[in-house]
């Protein structure tokens, strides 16, 4: 979403001051949109519930013509603020590195705040952090939302990085590529998703 936002105003002229901001709020709404069955589930049908939104987003934006071209696709403008491009590669990975280490940040202090403490006692055990007055449900749509805003920057600047994007390209081989380096580096530190 957050690659498909940025694209679509990028190449109407939008000011990427803007359009990384729009990005990531779409990202932040289709994870919150993902989250309202998510909450409800636990175990495989959980997983499910959310592979199944990605398969259903995917649908969508082949299908919204008028706007992402379908599996035609659209080329991505250069990122550019102003006089300035990012047409080189040095500056793509600057920009790339810079939003790895705010996202690297703002993801460690939110860890180690209340909602990161109480993402950890729903993980660890769901009915014991019931009992200590975590709402399951709410701390799921919260995460699911945080989680979305990171890959709406992350689709955004991929968009721009890679200078073409389809819907495909974000399909279920994507999703479970992205899984599985999750699960390799390790899910319980943020150190393993880095």
Avoid at 44 to 62: D, K, M, N, Q, R
Avoid at 126 to 149: D, H, M, P, S
């Amino acid at each position: 979403l957050g690659a498909d936002v940025e694209t679509w105003l990028a190449r109407r002229g939008v000011s990427v001051l803007l359009s990384l901001p729009a990005a990531v709020l779409a990202g932040a709404l289709g994870g919150w949109l993902a989250s309202l069955p998510a909450r409800r589930l636990d175990g495989l049908h959980f997983g499910i519930s959310t592979l199944a939104f990605a398969l259903i987003v995917e649908e969508v934006l082949v299908r919204a013509q008028p706007w992402t071209q379908g599996s035609a696709g659209l080329a991505v403008p250069v990122l550019s603020l102003g006089a300035w491009r990012a047409d080189a590669v040095a500056a793509q990975a600057a920009i790339s590195l810079a939003a790895l280490l705010l996202a690297l940040l703002f993801c460690a202090r939110l860890l180690h705040s209340r909602i990161g403490r109480a993402w950890r006692a729903l993980r660890e055990d769901e009915v014991a952090a019931a009992a200590c007055g975590i709402e399951a449900g709410g701390a799921r749509t919260l995460a699911f939302a945080c989680g979305g805003a990171l890959s709406g920057l992350a689709g955004a600047l991929y968009a721009h990085w890679i200078g073409f994007i389809t819907p495909e390209q974000f399909g279920l081989m994507f999703s479970f590529e992205l899984l599985m380096l999750a699960f390799i580096g390790g899910t319980r530190r943020l150190a393993g998703a880095f």
